[in-house]
């Protein structure tokens, strides 16, 4: 089933005078379950394509599609429930609230989801446990490392049982020992749950563990293979 | 829910940044509590001269000479001419000349500094008091120094360990003067001199014997029943006609007492309004500062809840919860200091104290409004922020 359609979508930025065209036309569709690394170099235009993707951006032109459901003009309050149900965001930075304990962390999108407080810590606390976290709930971020860290993370981005996870740079903070761990739990994840997730990296051997991939080239997909 | 959590949210990160919370408070707090001070104090001030009206009655009125400028010296009233009034005035029925002197009181070494009035056995009567022990002044004390003392300068002594009861003997400005009794607390306003409440009382012919200087200044004098005040004046008025033209007669009756208490109120409501006006401006300006900043040091905060599906309107309504908090928590300290300050006054004023819940409400009310208006900019620039761009800022 497809997940999502994108069709010829294109999005410049003005820079002064300089009109910068960042997206010339993408396509690409992204099947229910399909896991997919999007590759390219800075200034390729992957980190707007994934904005687009994530509602946090609007494109200029194309259609895109989700779960079948035209995207264009919708309003914010739309694009952040939007955001809020269907997107997991996974940053490279982590970007977990300081002042918050790790299930705290967790419970932020249910909390603007108006879930009362009770069931939002019972799935905080479940979506921790799969990832290795539980013990550690009620730590603040500083108390833990960059790899937990990313774990409570990626707890964050799923509690909501959205329809893709969009992983920005997901291991470009973590060595390669914990940067594997982290992409192991994403393949788990993706094979056990059929979580469909797109990963963008740097990063060749990341990307090689994934299914797809998804070349990005001045603003084009430049290639998409699949290893399958 | 949201609210809930916004709450909680806010608080921590208002105690996180607790200096600069603190500090913005400053100006609230300083501004409610001289708002509620004002109002506490006006109307406390305002009950205890109603009070005192209703203790004396308003069938009085009080007379006092006024020099004109240029003459330093009022001779004063004469006592046999106040003291024959109502045999010759039908509108009065009775009469209490006083006269005021300021001296120093001593006993055992220890020395305070009061008022002492000199006054006739009528003014017991004019003033309704009550004895808390002893008798009052007698006019057969004649020119004996027998003293009354008054609740607070009782209580005073005592708190010095000097005898109060009747038949002891204290010194007034180097004389000995011997105590009979001391004076029931009553309510003080513009018609009771407040000696009645701070100093010593004496046979009016015993203090100007003691004190040469002092004149009969002010007579206060009680209406016959069924005469009106405008009679009264009018009467004493033609009674005093011979005065000469350097020493004037200023009758002042409760209505104008009421209309002048009034007056000093607005002016009293005014001075204070500004200032607490004045600092609850600033004081909102330091609780926006405040805002800004944080919003400023938040913006990441602010993508990643954008980014997990926060709308515009959340960010703004945990930006608004968070300013109207801290101005809150401003309120209540201003409010308690507020009170504290009126309790010290009526005190020391020796009113009756209560908290007056209007002043309260009003206080709790404008922090609130503060917390509103002030953070409303700040949290609609939180609001507005591109979610994208505030994801990228360290």
Redesign the interface.
């Given at each position: 089933m497809t997940l999502l359609k994108l069709e010829n979508i294109k999005k410049s930025f003005n820079l002064g005078p300089l009109q910068v065209n960042v997206l010339r036309g993408v396509s690409f569709e992204v099947k229910t379950g399909e896991m997919l690394a999007i590759m390219g170099t800075s200034g390729s235009g992957k980190s707007t394509l994934m904005?687009i993707i994530?509602f946090?951006?609007q494109p200029d032109s194309g259609r895109y599609l989700l779960e079948n459901r035209e995207t264009a003009r919708l309003s914010?309050?739309e694009l952040?429930?939007i955001?809020?149900?269907k997107i997991g965001?996974v940053?490279q930075q982590f970007?977990l609230?300081g002042?918050l304990t790790a299930l705290e962390n967790v419970c932020?999108?249910l909390?603007?989801?108006?879930?009362?407080?009770k069931e939002q810590k019972s799935m905080s606390m479940e979506i921790l446990e799969k990832v290795g976290m539980a013990d550690r709930a009620g730590h603040k971020p500083m108390e833990l490392s960059g790899g937990q860290q990313q774990r409570v993370a990626i707890a964050?981005a799923l509690v909501?049982s959205p329809s893709i996870l969009l992983a920005d740079e997901p291991t470009g903070a973590l060595d390669t020992r914990v940067g594997q761990e982290i992409m192991n739990l994403f393949l788990e994840l993706n094979s056990t749950r059929q979580i469909t997730t797109l990963i963008i990296t740097h990063d060749p051997r990341i990307a090689a563990q994934c299914p797809g991939t998804i070349l990005m080239q001045d603003g084009y997909i430049a290639d998409r293979e699949e290893s399958q | 829910?949201?609210i809930?959590?916004n709450l909680r949210?806010a608080a921590?990160?208002l105690i996180?940044s607790r200096q600069r919370s603190i500090l913005a408070l400053l100006g609230i707090v300083i501004g409610i509590a001289s708002v509620i001070a004002l109002v506490s104090i006006g109307t406390l001030a305002q009950q205890e001269s109603m009070r005192q009206f209703k203790e004396m009655g308003t069938d009085i009125l009080s007379i006092q000479t006024a020099n004109d400028r240029g003459e330093d010296k009022s001779k004063g009233f004469k006592l046999q001419k106040i003291l024959k009034i109502p045999e010759n005035l039908s509108s009065i029925s009775i009469v209490a000349p006083y006269a005021s002197s300021y001296g120093e009181l001593r006993k055992d070494g220890k020395r305070i500094n009061i008022p002492a009035m000199g006054v006739t056995e009528s003014f017991f009567q004019m003033n309704r008091l009550a004895m808390t022990e002893g008798r009052f002044i007698s006019d057969l004390d004649g020119i004996t120094p027998h003293a009354c003392l008054s609740s607070n300068l009782a209580a005073r002594l005592k708190a010095q360990g000097i005898e109060t009861n009747p038949g002891s003997e204290l010194y007034y400005n180097n004389r000995k003067i011997t105590v009979i009794g001391t004076i029931e607390p009553v309510a003080i306003g513009p018609m009771r001199p407040y000696e009645i409440q701070e100093g010593i009382l004496l046979p009016i012919t015993a203090l100007l014997h003691m004190s040469p200087q002092s004149i009969i200044s002010t007579f206060m004098a009680r209406l016959s029943p069924g005469f009106t005040t405008a009679l009264g004046t009018e009467e004493i008025k033609t009674c005093f006609s011979d005065l000469t033209e350097s020493m004037k007669l200023r009758i002042i009756s409760p209505e104008e007492m009421i209309a002048q208490m009034e007056r000093q109120f607005q002016m009293f409501t005014l001075l204070l309004g500004a200032i607490g006006s004045i600092s609850l401006i600033v004081g909102g300006v330091g609780v926006m500062n405040v805002m800004l900043v944080s919003v400023t040091e938040r913006k990441?905060?602010i993508g990643?809840?954008?980014?997990?599906?926060?709308?515009?309107?959340?960010i703004q309504w945990q930006f608004l919860i968070e300013s109207v908090l801290l101005s809150l928590v401003g309120g209540f300290v201003g409010s308690f200091i507020g009170v504290a300050t009126s309790w010290g006054i009526a005190r020391f004023s020796g009113w009756q104290f209560e908290i007056v819940h209007g002043a309260l409400i009003l206080g709790v009310g404008v922090s609130v409004a503060i917390g509103i208006f002030f953070g409303y900019y700040p949290a609609r620039q939180a609001a507005a922020l591109n979610?994208?761009q505030a994801?990228r800022t360290d």
């Open positions: 904005n994530g946090l951006d914010d309050s952040s429930a955001r809020n149900k965001f940053f970007n609230l002042r932020i999108p909390v603007y989801r108006g879930i009362p407080e964050r909501g | 829910m949201i809930k959590a949210e921590r990160s996180s990441r905060e990643i809840r954008r980014a997990l599906g926060a709308r515009k309107k959340d979610p994208i994801l």
